[in-house]
RNA sequence: AGGCGGUUAGCUCAGUUGGUUAGAGCGUUACGUUGACAUCGUAGAGGUCACCAGUUCGAAUCUGGUACCGCCUACCA
């Protein structure tokens, strides 16, 4: 083994080992145990929330396969119809200064093949980096062949059962994309912006309740108005509710719209009166339903004036009664321009009333960055609320957990309230939706044109067009657990790994993209009794990873971390390139510059996959956000060191000698039969963490064990016996034994965690333990042994670890080295403490560097010594001239101080009659005990201070 | 506005049915390169568990309230 631990130098040639031999595969063998990846968009690189997720799903993997389990890890990726359509079109226009429509449709996809097959595998080939055991052989792209099939069944059964339908209705439209959008991808953010209220005629003389024969409405976006039909007021409101069925002359337009009386209108709101636009507003469009009104659609799919409009009737039926003219000068007008436009016309005719501050949540498309619009377009859509209902009974039964529980929350109050679903997207990239029209408008279903013809036939002679519109990428991802399994077919991999055992993922796509798979899968597959299967059993609900400030990562902010620089390490120069180059607002550029200089001086160092691993376990407790701590990626960077450099002792000790492999006598001592006892305990610990779903407290078990226990205690134990000339064969042989022993089980408790360092030590420990295997990948779990776990053994090493510390305590306090050896003197011994003494004394000369240990007799007096307490025992460190008296006096004194306020806790509590009387017996004892400690260890402390005081 | 979550050492985080003398990593102080490891060792310091009230013999833990922070949903005509 190198001297110096670095993880570049092993964690290269593992991964390729391994997935070259084909560990990854499923064995064919166990239970089944399952896991699919949340497939990452192709065109996407990996960042922290991907390191953090596959992580933990990469040790739920390793350690079910090494227990034995038939285990699949599904990996793939998923189409990203948006955001790969929008790589590949920048690209083109950058390259050839094309775009898609100089393409064409059919050409244009086939350059986005062309894109994925060179460039879509950038997330993929860093997965690996991150030691990822997935199963490469099956992976899948949501745009291959069999996903297709899945996708068109679904959609086709789907349409055959009435759960899916098209209509014109108002949709989330992004006019930079020209595409509809679903609710989850339009983000709602806070802006400054205006109310403006603006005066509506009323016709034929009519006045209000207060004598005017105007109303006035209030509105933020005022270019609606040219698509009003209707005016609300609350049928209840004593202003108002005469004017309820007379109408209004539409400023600059000259339409005589009607008034209405609705709930909507709300009498302490504004003016009380509501301009409805049930083409361009979600709430008016509802209002719209309820009053009978019209549709008017002024804008354009860029969202500009129309040149003329159109008016629909509520069931989507073109309406030609209504004029549709739009005021020529408004014609054309982009839609901000137009908002002014419409406000100063209003102005100059004297019908606008007053403009007001106003604070409002604007929608903005996640991708497009422009602010959308709810417009009036074809679209089809799955209707939720039966496939609803089955999925919020799997999460309220049980059969899918969420973890942490309280996501079940967020989950069902999402569920209650569920909208239809739009999933036609006008992009090119993506599925396209199996539906042909005749030149009526008619719509047939099916696989495809010939399918459609013979099932509704239709001759040669009628002719049909496939729909331009393609699925949302989630409507394919919502397939993810059994269209990978090789749905419809009914497969043995679906039968086998079907439903998946644990789902691991972010709170973001709960929405998105779990409960959709819900509903999916459970409307799909049933089980044999014919009973909705579950995708998953458990839902893992990470955090997201934050800043060291607590600061979301974003490209824009320039706080971004790639797992990747933090495992290879990468220099400030480029780093700042990294955080500054190609960004879409270079003015931030300096900003970015200077924090990431102040934030990374020395640019990020290597850190090794084996640690970043480990920091996102200790990391991930309870699904709640983390804020991202270099320091302790730095520890666990320190913690592999730790490991290596223990290893690397274990090899010196052990190589070419005897370790007892054979089966032949050994003696074991304390420190053997404590170290083999507490592994027990570390590895049961580690399993309950594991099935609990708490890998921070299994980091935390292993690293506690493995350092403070392992690397502190019991290597150091080893040395005394190991170095001894005199020590026996046998004594000597099961030293090794247990070292290296130990050793390779601390190798595969730690494997799920930190893969690659573990292998490395293994391959070159594994013939000292006597252990067989081509990889510590499918080596068996360690599990604990009951019958190994020495109590007596445990509270020996207590001991003796109490009397080593004591010992270092007062060569720290005296100010003594540590290499000056001493005279230790015993007073007030038990039995039992002879009894260790006896057992213990070479481990205890060793450690505490004594050069004599002496048990006092009953009746011998000590000289003036340094004192430390062991249970009653005392252990004492004669004076002579070594010893500071007032610095003894003061140690002695600080103790005290501290006896005294335990002393005086304990009595306080035991005093009290209504604790005695109603506390447990167990927990009343245990008090009692830590009294009789306290004032013994007091008493002897005393009488020793007062013994130094009077020399 | 409603819902959910958070507030524990200087920083990042644990704390599992109330019995704790509240833990870890990093940082910090002092000392130390003896033969696994200075990416280290030894010994320390550091917290009235956001605040108030209640339940209880006993509360970081349970209940109610307050403050601040975060997220989600809705509204803002």
């Not at 992580?55 to 350690?63: E, H, P, T, V």
């Not at 227990?67 to 990996?75: I, P």
């Not at 009978?292 to 073109?318: H, K, Y």
């Not at 933090?566 to 990294?578: N, Q, R, S, T």
């Amino acid at each position: 083994m190198e001297k110096t631990y670095n993880p570049s130098a092993i964690e290269g040639t593992w991964y390729k080992t391994w997935e070259e031999k084909g560990y990854f595969a499923p064995s064919g063998e166990g239970t089944p145990y399952s896991i699919m990846i949340p497939p990452p968009n192709v065109t996407g690189s990996l960042h922290m929330g991907h390191a953090f997720q596959d992580s933990i799903m990469d040790a739920f993997i390793r350690y079910k396969r090494m227990k034995g389990f038939n285990t699949l890890w599904q990996v793939g990726t998923d189409h990203a119809g948006i955001a790969t359509q929008m790589v590949v079109e920048r690209k083109i226009m950058a390259e050839e200064g094309k775009t898609r429509h100089d393409y064409g449709r059919e050409a244009f996809t086939d350059k986005i093949w062309e894109w994925k097959e060179e460039s879509g595998g950038t997330i993929t080939s860093q997965l690996r980096r991150l030691g990822a055991s997935v199963d490469w052989e099956t992976e899948r792209f949501t745009m291959d062949d069999g996903f297709y099939k899945a996708v068109q069944e679904v959609f086709i059964r789907l349409y055959e059962d009435g759960l899916i339908y098209r209509g014109k209705r108002l949709v989330n439209w992004d006019p930079k994309l020209h595409t509809a959008i679903s609710d989850l991808e339009v983000e709602s953010q806070e802006k400054q912006g205006n109310m403006w209220y603006l005066r509506y005629p009323l016709a034929d003389g009519e006045t209000t309740g207060e004598g005017k024969d105007y109303i006035v409405v209030a509105t933020t976006r005022p270019e609606t108005m040219l698509g009003d039909t209707g005016v609300a007021v609350n049928p209840e409101d004593p202003r108002y509710k005469n004017l309820i069925g007379k109408d209004i002359i539409l400023p600059l337009v000259g339409r005589r719209i009607p008034i209405v009386g609705d709930e909507h209108a709300d009498m302490e709101k504004g003016t009380g009166c509501v301009k409805i636009t049930p083409a361009h507003d979600f709430n008016d469009n509802e209002v719209g339903k309820r009053c009978g009104l019209p549709m008017i659609n002024i804008m354009t799919l860029n969202g500009d004036i129309r040149d003329q409009a159109e008016a629909f009737n509520m069931d989507g039926s073109v309406n030609a009664d209504i004029d549709t003219t739009i005021p020529e000068q408004f014609r054309g007008l982009e839609r901000f321009e137009a908002r002014k436009q419409i406000v100063a016309a209003f102005e100059e005719a004297g019908l606008l009333v007053k403009i007001d501050d106003h604070t409002l949540m604007v929608p903005y498309g996640d991708r497009s960055g422009v602010v959308i619009e709810p417009l009036l377009t074809d679209q089809w859509f799955v209707r939720t609320a039966p496939l609803a209902k089955e999925a919020i009974r799997a999460v309220e039964d049980g059969d899918i957990q969420f973890v942490p529980k309280q996501y079940e929350n967020m989950y069902f109050s999402w569920m209650r309230d569920i909208q239809d679903w739009c999933i036609s997207r006008q992009l090119w990239w993506g599925h396209r939706i199996p539906a042909w029209y005749d030149n009526s408008g008619k719509v047939y279903v099916g696989r495809n044109e010939a399918e459609v013809r013979e099932k509704n036939g239709l001759g040669a002679d009628v002719e049909l067009r496939q729909d331009n519109d393609v699925l949302d990428t989630w409507f394919s991802s919502g397939l993810w657990t059994f269209g990978t399994q090789g749905w419809p077919e009914q497969t043995e991999r679906l039968k086998t790994f079907h439903p998946t055992d644990v789902l691991v993922t972010g709170f973001d796509i709960i929405f998105f993209w779990v409960a959709r798979m819900i509903m999916m899968t459970m409307h799909f597959i049933k089980d044999e009794n014919g009973k909705p299967q579950v995708p998953f059993k458990y839902v893992y609900v990470t955090g997201l990873i934050r800043d060291e400030n607590g600061v979301k990562m974003s490209k824009t902010k320039g706080n971004v971390l790639d797992p990747l620089d933090m495992i290879d390490g990468i220099d400030l120069e480029d780093l700042v390139e990294k955080r500054t180059g190609n960004m879409m607002q270079p003015q931030l550029a300096q900003k970015i510059e200077k924090q990431t200089r102040k934030t990374y001086p020395e640019g990020i160092t290597p850190h090794g996959t084996d640690a970043l691993r480990y920091t996102l376990y200790s990391l991930a407790s309870t699904g709640r956000d983390i804020n991202w701590d270099m320091k302790r990626l730095e520890g666990n960077r320190n913690f592999c060191n730790k490991i290596w450099n223990a290893a690397n002792y274990v090899l010196m000790m052990t190589e070419g000698k005897d370790c007892g492999q054979g089966g032949v006598d050994v003696e074991l001592t304390l420190a053997d039969k404590w170290i083999i006892s507490e592994l027990q305990r570390v590895e049961a610990q580690v399993a309950k963490n594991m099935d609990d779903f708490r890998l921070d407290h299994a980091s935390q078990n292993l690293y506690d064990f493995i350092w403070n226990e392992y690397c502190a205690w019991y290597l150091e134990l080893s040395k005394p016996v190991l170095w001894d000339e005199n020590a026996s064969e046998e004594r000597k042989r099961g030293t090794r034994r247990t070292l290296v022993r130990v050793l390779e089980s601390i190798c595969r408790i730690l494997h799920p965690f930190m893969p690659y360092i573990t292998e490395e030590i293994w391959q070159q420990i594994k013939p000292l333990a006597g252990v067989e295997g081509d990889t510590i990948m499918l080596a068996a779990y360690p599990v604990a042994d009951e019958s190994k776990i020495d109590a007596q053994a445990e509270s020996d090493i207590t001991w003796l670890k109490g009397f080593i510390t004591g010992i270092r305590n007062i060569r720290a306090e005296m100010n003594l080295g540590p290499n000056k050896p001493l005279d230790v003197i015993l007073r007030n011994t038990s039995e039992e403490d002879l009894r260790r003494l006896e057992e213990n004394s070479s481990f205890l000369i060793s450690l505490a560097k004594l050069s004599n240990l002496t048990a006092l007799k009953s009746d011998e007096e000590a000289p003036m010594s340094a004192t430390q307490l062991v249970g009653e025992m005392e252990v004492l460190v004669p004076m002579a001239d070594l010893i500071d008296k007032d610095k003894e006096i003061a140690r002695l004194g600080k103790e005290v101080e501290k006896l005294q306020k335990e002393v005086a806790r304990f009595e306080g509590k035991l005093s009290n009659e209504k604790f005695v009387s109603s506390a447990p017996a167990a927990v009343i004892e245990k008090e009692r005990t830590k009294l009789a400690d306290a004032q013994t260890a007091l008493k002897k402390m005393e009488e020793q201070m007062a013994a130094i005081k009077a020399l």
